[in-house]
């Protein structure tokens, strides 16, 4: 029998999370940040990164792991180079005071990188470089995380889940955007395949014997995730480690010690943000070309596009409302009063 679920409008679900995280002591700035996010992921259907990870936010800012209040330090550094101190807070804050000023580089001399450190990312990626590419700039992101991937032919755990998002302009259509783990499969999702008693895929993941395992319970309790395409995803977890921590002054995600902060679950690690104008090449033609590919793609029988399923769930959701299971409306509701 299926959950009962709860629609609501995103600007109300919003406020709400606002007032969660207000409450559990971010400053309303912050708030009005990570909200904006969290119900953006749950608006396009990518629940692992939704409400669902609520909790985990308000046990990290009860652990002292995290601060809620920190004032991001935006440095100029180059002419195409933005430098930000997060100051033990979260990333997208930091993206966001640094946001102007680098795209006004990217605008001046074509391409220009953000380098984010000191931060803390738990969210989707795909929000932090979409709105980039709604004003006709192409993105990319990568972030990474906490100490749950074996690299391959490795025996224990090194990586994160180390996720890529790209995102450019495509004329006629809605962006081209994607978000992937470079794991064979995100660690929020292994948290709802668990609590849902389901089982998972084979290749997703090793218990803590190092053996293949498809109980997401086994990864969660000292096993690890793999990553995707063996050896090729390795390599790209690792550019990524090398990318937002070694580049920008980050930890590494085997870097950092929050045993001292039970219920921390941010990882304390980096995010690079490059953000490129392709008008310096093409003209208005990049968004043309990008129409084009997606047409040819479609014609030779690709039937689903990259985030083709995120938009379908967000028309659903500004048709209907953006939808949280009862059980989790309710729990949000206590959350949001104490």
């Known amino acids: 029998m299926s959950a009962a679920v709860h629609h609501l409008p995103q600007a109300d679900l919003e406020r709400l999370l606002q007032q969660i995280f207000v409450r559990h002591g971010t400053s309303e700035s912050v708030a009005r940040t990570l909200a904006a996010n969290c119900a ?38 180059a002419s195409g180079y933005v430098r930000v101190d997060a100051g033990g807070g979260f990333a997208q804050p930091a993206l966001e005071a640094a946001r102007a000023l680098l795209v006004e580089k990217a605008r001046s001399a074509g391409i220009a990188v953000l380098a984010i450190h000191n931060s803390h990312h738990f969210a989707a990626l795909w929000p932090d470089v979409e709105p980039f590419a709604e004003e006709s700039l192409v993105a990319l992101s990568v972030v990474n995380s906490m100490t749950c991937v074996v690299p391959h032919g490795a025996r224990k755990p090194l990586f994160g889940t180390n996720p890529i998002a790209f995102a450019a302009p495509c004329a006629g259509h809605a962006p081209i955007v994607f978000d992937m783990a470079t794991s064979a499969i995100a660690h929020g999702d292994v948290q709802i395949a668990a609590r849902k008693g389901e ?3 084979e290749g997703m993941g090793v ?12 990864i969660l309790d000292g096993g690890a995730l793999l990553p ?22 980050g930890n590494f995600s085997f870097e950092f010690d929050w045993s001292q902060h039970p219920g921390a679950k941010t990882p304390w690690t980096g995010q690079l943000v490059i953000v490129i104008d392709p008008t310096k090449a093409e003209g208005s033609r990049f968004a043309e070309r990008s129409r084009e590919l997606v047409e040819q793609m479609q014609a030779v029988g690709l039937t689903r596009m990259p985030g083709e399923r995120r938009l379908r769930e967000r028309e659903a959701s500004a048709r209907d409302g953006v939808s949280v299971t009862a059980q989790e409306f309710e729990q949000l509701q206590v959350l949001a009063k104490g």
């Open 40 to 77: 953006s992921a749950q608006r396009d259907g990518a629940h692992s990164h939704g409400v669902f990870r609520i909790p985990a936010y308000v046990s990290t800012l009860a652990s002292g792991w995290v601060n809620g209040t920190a004032v991001p330090q935006v440095q100029d550094v």
């Open 199 to 201: 089982q998972l895929p």
């Open 207 to 218: 218990d803590r014997d190092g053996q293949p395992t498809c109980d997401p319970q086994a």
């Open 228 to 249: 995707f395409g063996g050896h090729k995803g390795s390599a790209l977890s690792m550019m990524v480690e090398l990318l937002a921590a070694a580049l920008t002054g």
